[in-house]
């Protein structure tokens, strides 16, 4: 089975930084679309970026140039590096995998397979 397991969430305040990371077993992740998305109370699910086997990388608009998506396959991990937070990047972060042949920040969702607990970021 496909197990993902998230950890680095936490609270900060407005302008600060945090990293998350996503630990990968029981899939050949250097093959596969890992991404990230986010769950705020009361609203949608959001892709917020994905990685693919190629190397290439894809955001959301809302956090372009804010956020930086990276996998480490010697290690089997995902990152995400969150800068300058705003509050309305609160919300409860999955690490997912994709089935999809094009790996976009708006494919993880819509191609979910498997995705971790969650890692709750908070935002102040």
């Known amino acids: 089975d496909v197990q993902l397991v998230e950890s680095g969430g936490g609270s900060v305040q407005t302008g600060g930084s945090l990293r998350l990371s996503c630990v990968v077993s029981g899939y050949s992740h250097r093959t596969g679309c890992l991404g990230w998305f986010r769950q705020a109370p009361g609203k949608e699910r959001e892709g917020v970026a994905a990685s693919g086997p190629d190397g290439t990388t894809s955001y959301a608009a809302s956090v372009k140039d804010r956020f930086a998506i990276s996998r480490d396959n010697a290690k089997n991990t995902l990152y995400l590096q969150m800068n300058s937070l705003q509050p309305e990047d609160s919300a409860l972060y999955y690490c997912?995998?994709?089935?999809?042949?094009?790996?976009?920040?708006?494919?993880?969702?819509?191609?979910?397979?498997?995705w971790g607990q969650g890692t709750q970021v908070t935002v102040s």
């Open positions: 997912a995998r994709a089935e999809t042949v094009t790996c976009g920040a708006a494919d993880v969702i819509p191609n979910l397979r498997s």
